[in-house]
């Protein structure tokens, strides 16, 4: 995890963001313990109490369960979970932002794909047509016929 915080949002928030991030990129998997809460509390030199806000967070949102005298771990269906919730949360909040910006650029779908410009922008580029090429010239690795 990343030792750096940002001041838009409370860090024991930022904490659960960060294992939610692990969940989804695979870091984590179901049935995994979660770093006790003493360790994260060293590590990233922050008050157990808000290691501990962060953590139940996650219980409050059945991702993780709480074992008397083993830790927490990772809930069973906890990244589908997750996921469900984020492609809501992206589609909901996300995309139309990202929509309205393609919208007003005017980019195809093809460009978006690509991730490239208009052709006529960047000359020279893969999306030059064949009339805009130079002529061709014969392939080295062709023999011409004086060496056939």
């Known amino acids: 995890m990343d030792r750096e915080w940002n001041d838009s949002q409370p860090i024991y928030r930022q904490l659960r963001d960060r294992v939610v ?44 369960e709480t074992r008397r005298g083993r830790g927490m771990f990772i809930n069973v269906g906890a990244r589908n979970l997750l996921l469900q919730g984020e492609r ?36 020279g580029t893969p999306e030059t047509s064949e009339s805009d090429a130079p002529e061709s010239k014969p392939n080295a690795s062709t023999p011409r016929k004086e060496e056939r």
């Open 21 to 64: 991030a692990m969940i989804l990129d695979g870091v984590l998997k179901e049935g995994d313990p979660l770093p006790s809460v003493r360790n994260v509390a060293a590590e990233y030199r922050v008050n157990p109490l808000t290691v501990l806000k962060g953590y139940q967070q996650l219980v409050d949102e059945g991702l993780v």
């Open 88 to 123: 809501q949360k992206f589609i909901g909040e996300e995309w139309p932002r990202i929509h309205a910006t393609i919208q007003r650029l005017g980019l195809s779908a093809a460009e978006l794909l690509n991730g490239s410009s208009h052709p006529s922008s960047n000359p």
